[in-house]
């Protein structure tokens, strides 16, 4: 059984910076998209940055030029570098891998980033 770990969340003043990680364990050969999520309550989870295998990279407009996304392949491991952070970006982040070979979709628990002064 595959599990998405999370971790890096926290609370942090507006301005700063934290580093989200996710990585994965159980049986899994082959990762095509790896993707951070967020979810404020009453609100729909939202895309915030995705990366291919291939290195491809994409963000939410919210969050281009603050946010990077990277990726370990063979570690099955991704990260999100997350700087400038605002008040808006509160929220729960998820990590999300999709399956290269299946459409397995496989999400993490969930971590808490507050950033408030």
């Known amino acids: 059984q595959v599990q998405l770990v999370e971790s890096g969340g926290g609370l942090v003043q507006p301005g700063g910076s934290l580093r989200l990680s996710c990585a994965a364990s159980?049986?899994?050969?082959?990762?095509?998209?790896m993707g951070w999520y967020r979810q404020v309550p009453e609100k729909q989870r939202e895309l915030v940055a995705t990366?291919?295998?291939?290195?491809?990279?994409n963000y939410a407009d919210s969050v281009k030029g603050r946010f990077t996304i990277s990726r370990d392949n063979a570690k099955i491991t991704s990260s999100l570098q997350m700087n400038s952070l605002k008040p808006e970006d509160t929220a729960v982040y998820y990590c999300?891998?999709?399956?290269?070979?299946?459409?397995?979709?496989?999400w993490g628990q969930g971590t808490q980033v507050t950033v408030s002064s």
């Open positions: 999300r891998f999709d399956s290269t070979w299946s459409r397995d979709v496989y």
């Open positions: 159980g049986s899994i050969s082959s990762i095509n998209t």
């Open positions: 990366i291919t295998r291939f290195g491809t990279t």
